[in-house]
């Protein structure tokens, strides 16, 4: 749906209001056209998806994934959060959804359209409320338009988290039987059913999860077992599926893994890779997902096994030998950045002279700000940016894949006793990746117990998922900040020349092992100086903010948070 982000109409903008308790009366503004014109009615609805669809995520140093920024920690990791950290109160959308809902039954469209229009709306208000509950638990549920003439109907109590995630569902369930199976032509993109029941998935596998489930109720696991699977059998009996190129996902565009897609497009829908980029390619931008010496150790060898890092650091020990997700994620010394700043051939280095001055007089050398850890992002660059057109990505982003999908079932298969399928989706997972089967068969899986193979899927999604937006939340699902905890620092290799050393060529190889030789890798044991992972377990709900709560003395605030809140009601 090439056209759904840049669509502005001026009556959007009248249309919007500033909070679910400051109202005005919505029905005034644009005039009855915007209900028989199909055209103004698909505009209405783009705005909606503008103002909620998902683009690329630079957000690596939310997480253990990078660092970014300085400091690069923010105020959960470092345990310093207040209740206004996090705001994300969304009921100015959640008006525009409902307006809509309330008028599309009187329009006079096709049957066909009607439910069409229907559907994408009760899909993106199951995603609005969705987005919400996950981080506070439940919210206020309002689900038609609230009369701005009655300021005491606004104040609306919250609702017990059971509920919203049953409305949530209602949503999805009604939304996916009304939507059609694809959208194709200039339509491609638009919400369909497979993105319905896929997000039904995730809605409910996170729900299962420790963090909303800490006693562990089965049923909600068959929940999610039941409709991950649902998800899974319908997108494959429709042509989805694993692609077969992991590094190419991002680049053959509508390929069979795209489930959910921001589409990013010229002339008026671009993205800024600016944060992503080193220093010399943005002219002074921080690399907002520097990858941590924590993620590349992550990520397997080419027979499956673990990497290990106690093993000392070597170009055959940290770059070679690793599975093909390594070398499609990210970048390293020696490595290869493809953009048209780098010639055929070239290399990116980065280093510093003994005395910790960094290299000079070789292209593509650059200083400390510009490579923290020694790594670079490359999962989802634009090949066709350089410095000059660095604001101007065509790269989509894809939101929900097949891979997903496959990982949720898989994952709820195993908590509910189903060992086999459980491990599959692992090989499935893993052979795409290139990984080596191995005599067994097993792709270097050794997990067989639900616990191992449980620990067998954070590990998995930590490494088939970075960058994608999906860490931090899945630490929280799992209620697993210790993972973080026990890291204590973020950790980054550093090159240092040695003494009378020539600096490399821009040619020169990384695999060749007397150019390597020539440094001498250093750990830098803490790239956050002085901050240190330090997350609170009242961390995993957010607090609601204090904005909030002055403008409705009706909301409780969160009990981890001083109030008298449930969120696992």
Request: some cysteine; charged content about 20%; hydrophobic content about 35%.
């Amino acid at each position: 749906m090439k056209k759904i982000i840049g669509v502005l109409i001026t009556f959007f903008f009248l249309l919007s209001c500033t909070d679910v308790l400051d109202k005005n009366n919505l029905t005034v503004f644009g005039g009855d056209n915007v209900w028989t014109s199909e055209t103004m009615t698909a505009a209405y609805l783009n705005n909606i998806y503008s103002s909620v669809m998902p683009g690329w995520p630079y957000n690596g140093s939310d997480s253990d994934e990078a660092t970014g920024g300085n400091p690069g920690m923010n105020s959960f990791l470092r345990g310093i959060a207040t209740i206004d950290s996090w705001n994300n109160w969304q009921y100015t959308v959640i008006d525009r959804i409902n307006l809509f809902l309330s008028k599309i039954d009187g329009t006079p469209y096709s049957p066909e359209k009607i439910a069409q229009f229907k559907g994408q709306a009760l899909f993106w208000r199951a995603w609005v409320y969705f987005s919400m509950v996950n981080g506070y638990g439940g919210v206020p549920l309002i689900l038609d338009v609230q009369d701005y003439k009655n300021p005491d109907g606004l104040f609306v109590k919250r609702n017990k988290t059971s509920e919203c995630i049953t409305q949530i569902v209602k949503d999805l369930d009604d939304a996916a039987s009304m939507l059609p199976v694809a959208f194709t032509g200039a339509d491609y993109g638009r919400i369909d059913k497979g993105a319905a029941l896929a997000f039904k998935g995730r809605v409910l596998l996170f729900y299962a999860s420790p963090l909303f489930n800490p006693s562990n109720d089965p049923t909600r696991w068959q929940a999610a077992y039941s409709a991950t699977k649902a998800a899974k059998d319908f997108l494959e009996s429709n042509g989805k599926g694993l692609y077969p190129s992991f590094k190419n996902i991002w680049y053959a565009e509508r390929n069979k893994e795209v489930i959910m897609v921001n589409q990013f497009y010229k002339p008026d829908h671009y993205v800024n890779q600016a944060a992503i980029r080193p220093i010399f390619i943005t002219n002074g931008a921080w690399g907002a997902n520097e990858p941590t010496l924590y993620l590349v150790n992550s990520f397997p060898m080419k027979d499956g096994s673990t990497f290990d890092p106690s093993k000392p650091l070597a170009y055959d020990t940290l770059f070679k030998y690793r599975d093909d997700r390594f070398y499609a994620t990210l970048t390293f010394n020696g490595g290869v950045y493809n953009t048209p700043d780098f010639k055929p051939g070239e290399k990116i280095w980065t280093g510093f002279t003994s005395n910790g001055t960094s290299l000079e007089k070789v292209i593509h050398f650059n200083n400390a700000n510009a490579g923290r850890t020694g790594f670079w992002q490359v999962k989802g660059l634009d090949p066709s940016l350089d410095q000059v057109n660095i604001n101007f990505g065509t790269v989509d982003w894809v939101e929900i894949r097949f891979a997903e999908v496959l990982m949720n079932y898989g994952e709820a298969a195993n908590e509910t006793g189903k060992t086999s399928e459980a491990l599959s989706v692992l090989y499935a997972i893993r052979q795409r990746a290139d990984i080596l089967p191995g005599n067994g068969g097993n792709y270097g899986v050794t997990a067989s117990t639900v616990s191992s193979i449980r620990e067998a899927y954070i590990k998995e999604r930590f490494v088939e998922f970075t960058f994608e937006g999906k860490r931090w939340n899945d630490i929280r699902r799992w209620r697993r900040f210790d993972i973080l905890n026990n890291q204590q620092t973020r950790k980054a290799v550093l090159m240092y020349l040695k003494p009378g050393a020539q600096i490399p060529l821009i040619s020169d190889n990384i695999y060749d092992p007397t150019i390597w030789s020539r440094f001498t890798p250093k750990i830098i044991d803490n790239i956050d100086n002085p901050y240190k992972f330090n997350v609170s377990d009242k961390y995993y709900f957010y607090a609601i903010p204090k904005t909030h709560l002055d403008k409705n003395a009706n909301l409780e605030q969160n009990k981890d948070w001083g109030g008298t809140f449930d969120p696992l009601q």
